[in-house]
């Protein structure tokens, strides 16, 4: 486990001619008691990796969907501390890498050593803190690289290509490329200048680039995909999961080797 796993899974669908699809989910959304099953029935669908969201008040980065679901979590009293028992108990049933999102604030309160020593034993690859900036990376980076845990950057659309540049150097496992000026949330089209922005990402950077924020359907994940090496979908599927409509969600994740077979 760990960032060295994550990089081999990417790196093992890209040499098949494949894009990466990571499917975002709030921890805990319908009862922690369905958490597990719930990343099984992703990996089933054929995730290369899901990013799981950690339930928080104050969510910054998140629109109305995470936001909603992050609530329906913390209603149901779904907490760090439960996620992270659950995966220590049965991550081995999960055959992904796992990458967390979550703030910076839950961290600090669990404890910075405590909680990456906690996620190692959980089998936590990377961590995405989209309120944590490189500048006070040094709050974590120790922690991580202890415990092989990758720290994943988020490069938005503002970025210039000197921050750009720094956030490449930085990033592990794979550069999260912000595909609008916002938060989270379904959009109905993509934004004519991100193919530009994704490839100088992609100059830039030594892992792979995936795009989120906004992406809610195959022909989005097709189109960002031509750009990049793959998408984040988080509010899209949290409202599939909600409906449990489990074949549009491997619909969205069949795009992005359609798409690659396509192109060759």
């Known amino acids: 486990m760990g960032k060295v796993f994550m990089e081999q899974a990417f790196q093992y669908e890209l040499d098949k001619g494949n894009k990466l699809f990571i499917p975002y989910i709030m921890a805990g959304d319908r009862g922690i008691e369905s958490f597990i099953d719930t990343l099984k029935q992703l990996e089933e669908a054929g995730a290369t990796a899901i990013e799981v969201g950690i339930p928080f008040s104050d969510p910054v980065a998140d629109g109305p969907t995470i936001q909603n679901a992050g609530k329906r979590a913390l209603e149901k009293g779904v907490n760090l501390q439960q996620v992270l028992d659950e995966l220590v108990q049965r991550r081995e049933e999960i055959g992904v890498p796992l990458v967390f999102m979550t703030y910076i604030n839950p961290v600090f309160k669990y404890g910075i050593d405590r909680f990456f020593t906690r996620c190692e034993e959980a089998g936590v690859d990377g961590l995405i803190i989209p309120d944590l900036p490189v500048e006070h990376l040094d709050l974590v980076s120790t922690p991580a690289e202890k415990h092989g845990i990758a720290i994943i950057q988020l490069a938005t659309l503002t970025s210039s290509r000197e921050r750009i540049s720094e956030l490449a150097n930085l990033t592990e496992g794979f550069l999260y490329a912000v595909t609008i000026n916002g938060t989270t949330g379904a959009r109905n089209a993509v934004n004519e200048k991100i193919g530009d922005h994704l490839q100088t990402l992609k100059e830039y950077s030594k892992v792979p680039v995936l795009a989120g924020f906004g992406i809610s359907t195959p022909d989005q994940v097709k189109e960002m995909t031509?750009?990049?090496?793959?998408?984040?979908?988080?509010?899209?599927?949290?409202?599939?999961?909600?409906?449990?409509?489990?074949?549009?969600?491997?619909?969205?994740?069949?795009?992005?080797?359609v798409n690659s077979l396509q192109s060759k």
Do not use: F, H, W
């Not at 599927?237 to 969205?252: F, G, M």
């Open 226 to 257: 031509e750009n990049c090496d793959g998408v984040v979908v988080g509010s899209r599927i949290i409202d599939l999961l909600q409906e449990n409509r489990l074949s549009e969600i491997k619909e969205l994740i069949d795009a992005v080797k």
